[in-house]
């Protein structure tokens, strides 16, 4: 019976430790040089921005979805239209959901370390690519 409070509360102290570190992300939104601002839109229309991870493949850009929180992932999703903002210039994307081999080469190319992985609570990844949307030509 003790070894069992002794699992319940290493797994409670756990799931509070990954809470907080997720909090702490959410809250802070973190940006650097290898991060990128995306934009992604309400049903109503209305903007959402969320600062997330820039990767690379080849000469394609991708985002991931690495932590539990994934609202701007769904979102992106729903209406595919988005914009990011990198190094300070906006434009418009088509986020494309990515699975099968561009799945395994993106994240065999861009591995998340252990301790990161640990204060995440290990959430399953999501890649979306973003395809680069055509300039209208109109005003």
């Known amino acids: 019976m003790r070894i ?20 702490f992300i959410g809250f802070l939104q973190p940006a650097n040089e290898s991060t990128l601002v995306i934009t992604t839109f309400e049903p109503d229309g209305s903007a959402r921005d969320r600062v997330v991870s820039r990767l690379t493949s080849g000469a394609k850009l991708y985002v991931a979805a690495n932590h539990w929180p994934r609202a701007w992932y769904e979102r992106a999703l729903e209406n595919p239209d988005v ?30 370390p252990l301790v990161f992985r640990i204060l995440t609570g290990f959430p399953p990844r999501y890649f979306v690519r973003l395809d680069p949307k055509p300039a209208s030509g109109f005003p």
């Open 83 to 112: 914009q990011a903002t990198i190094d300070g210039a906006k434009g418009d994307y088509r986020a494309v959901p990515v699975s099968g081999a561009e799945h395994a080469r993106v994240d065999a190319e861009h591995r998340l």
């Open 4 to 23: 069992l409070k002794i699992i319940v509360v290493f797994a409670l102290v756990y799931v509070g430790v990954v809470v907080v570190f997720e909090s």
